[in-house]
């Protein structure tokens, strides 16, 4: 069974900086898009950065130049620096991985975390 756990969130002023980590473990073979996405009460789940395994990165606009997503893939674990955070960043974040668990199987699933609350006070 494959458990992506994060850390990190909390509360912080506008201006202010965190650094969220995802770390994926149980079976795990190889491990292709990683990345972080969030929601906002009443809002849907958006994307806010991905990274694939050969370290290619997106973003969404609304993050780009404040948010920096990086990866280490000798711990199956994402990261997300958070800096000049912004009152509209307040979320719940969640980390997503697509994750191949079988080595006689190519076959991808993703995965998701349960959540970690980022709250950024004006």
């Known amino acids: 069974q494959v458990q992506l756990v994060e850390s990190g969130g909390g509360l912080v002023q506008a201006g202010g900086s965190l650094r969220l980590s995802c770390a994926a473990s149980?079976?795990?073979?190889?491990?292709?898009?990683m990345g972080w996405y969030r929601q906002a009460p009443g809002k849907q789940r958006e994307l806010v950065a991905t990274?694939?395994?050969?370290?290619?990165?997106n973003y969404a606009d609304s993050v780009k130049a404040r948010l920096t997503i990086s990866r280490d893939n000798s711990k199956n674990t994402v990261y997300l620096q958070m800096n000049s955070l912004k009152p509209e960043d307040t979320a719940v974040y969640y980390c997503?991985?697509?994750?191949?668990?079988?080595?006689?199987?190519?076959?991808?699933?993703?995965?998701w975390g349960q959540g970690t609350q980022v709250t950024v006070s004006s």
């Open positions: 149980g079976s795990i073979v190889s491990i292709n898009l």
């Open positions: 997503y991985a697509d994750i191949r668990e079988r080595r006689w199987s190519s076959a991808y699933h993703d995965y």
């Open positions: 990274t694939t395994s050969g370290g290619s990165t």
